[in-house]
Nanobody
Framework: QVQLVESGGGLVQPGGSLRLSCAAS????????IGWFRQAPGKEREGVLC????????YYTDSVKGRFTISRDNAKNTVYLQMNSLKPEDTAVYYC????????????????WGQGTQVTVSS
């Protein structure tokens, strides 16, 4: 059974930080790319960034460059999205998704998805 579970979302003040986790089961993620997507109410889902099997980051949303970073812990079979300097416009449900080998900024390229975790940035 392939499964992805996101956690770590919550309420944070503007300028604050959160670390989201994406725990994988049913496969070992070291041969997979993990993408992070987000969707706010009334808006389309957008690709945010992705970590490749070589652990390099690829950004698909310019506004998060310099603020968001993905890392992976193969021993825990988990990837993390570190979000710093959060802004109200970052408020969304954040999803992780996986596909073999290569990063993509398009959701339709990904076979497996987590259920999402809510991030709310508000004072």
């Amino acid at each position: 059974q392939v499964q992805l579970v996101e956690s770590g979302g919550g309420l944070v003040q503007p300028g604050g930080s959160l670390r989201l986790s994406c725990a994988a089961s049913g496969f070992t993620l070291d041969h997979y790319a993990i993408g992070w997507f987000r969707q706010a109410p009334g808006k389309e889902r957008e690709g945010v960034l992705c970590i490749s099997r070589s652990s390099s980051n690829t950004y698909y949303t310019d506004s998060v460059k310099g603020r968001f970073t993905i890392s992976r812990d193969n021993a825990k079979n988990t990837v993390y999205l570190q979000m710093n300097s959060l802004k109200p416009e970052d408020t969304a449900v954040y999803y992780c998704a996986t596909r073999l080998y290569y990063c993509s900024g398009y959701g339709y390229d990904y076979a497996y998805w987590g259920q999402g975790t809510q991030v709310t940035v508000s004072s």
